[in-house]
């Protein structure tokens, strides 16, 4: 392997790859959400679950072929074929979370735990609470009554 000065030809390319690579990524599991009808992932049903493994299976599959179909050298051809890549590597990371999601359990506290958890973006039992759980946040809002005096104030939590 050697590495050489790129040139501009080269980098205009590559953004371009990495770009199609980008959108193909992203682009299963909203596929995936939109099929399946999901609002919330943390109330996901067996079925909803299934049909994203579904549509994960099929973006592996048409990723792979899309990007061995497309022929050129054409930043048009580039972009396709990392479209390609991107929903192949987008599908198979859908369809390893599936699988692995629970199944998976790592040391707590831990960096390995911690990339493990992160990288299949399940709260496994990493010690990483934040990973797969919504957070909610709440807006206190002081309420105070008009008509009456101070003594009565109180506070208006609304959730956001």
Not at 8 to 16: D, K, L, M, P, Y
Not at 45 to 51: V, W, Y
Not at 135 to 153: A, F, K, Q, V
């Amino acid at each position: 392997m050697k590495f050489e000065k790129p040139k501009s030809t080269e980098i205009s390319a590559g953004v371009t790859h990495v770009a199609g690579a980008t959108l193909g990524f992203l682009a299963p599991n909203g596929l995936a959400n939109a099929y399946a009808k999901v609002d919330d992932e943390a109330s996901i049903t067996d079925e909803q679950k299934t049909k994203k493994m579904y549509v994960n299976a099929v973006c592996l599959v048409g990723g792979i072929a899309l990007a061995l179909m497309v022929k050129g050298s054409d930043m048009g051809a580039t972009a396709v074929k990392g479209l390609g890549i991107g929903l192949a590597g987008g599908g198979a990371k859908g369809l390893i979370t599936h699988f692995a999601k629970d199944k998976v359990t790592t040391t707590p506290g831990t960096t390995s735990g911690r990339f493990v958890a992160g990288s299949l973006g399940c709260a496994c039992s990493s010690g990483y609470p934040a990973l797969g759980k919504p957070r909610r946040r709440s807006l206190r809002i002081p309420y105070i009554d008009t008509t009456s005096s101070m003594e009565n104030s109180s506070v208006l939590d609304l959730a956001v």
